[in-house]
Nanobody
Framework: QVQLVESGGGLVQAGGSLRLSCAAS????????AGWHRQAPGRQRELVAT???????NYLNSVKGRFTISRDNEKNTVYLQMNSLKPVDTAVYYC?????????????WGRGTQVTVSS
């Protein structure tokens, strides 16, 4: 399995922006599904965004219009651009890459990066 390392998290004020990166140790197959998930304290992990090899994207309703997922297969990197951040976006963000849309359990996970949005 490919190893994933997230970066780009941090502390930002409400309304600010962050760009998360997820670097893969090996080649990101053009058929892999890439996604970002997040987990806030005391809450279940939730899917934030996914992108297919063909560039089709899907987003959690609460982040639509604010977050953008993208991928660069040549750089083996997946990105999550987060704008207009809100305190409710505070969570640990995890990258996932796998072969089947909707089945992150079949793929690889990174260790996560903390995003904290202050009010």
């Amino acid at each position: 399995q490919v190893q994933l390392v997230e970066s780009g998290g941090g502390l930002v004020q409400a309304g600010g922006s962050l760009r998360l990166s997820c670097a893969a140790s090996g080649s990101l197959s053009k058929t892999d599904i890439a996604g970002w998930h997040r987990q806030a304290p005391g809450r279940q992990r939730e899917l934030v965004a996914t992108i297919t090899s063909g560039g089709m994207t899907n987003y959690l309703n609460s982040v639509k219009g604010r977050f953008t997922i993208s991928r660069d297969n040549e750089k083996n990197t997946v990105y999550l651009q987060m704008n207009s951040l809100k305190p409710v976006d505070t969570a640990v963000y995890y990258c996932n890459v796998g072969p089947v849309l909707g089945r992150p359990d079949l793929g690889s996970w990174g260790r996560g990066t903390q995003v904290t949005v202050s009010s």
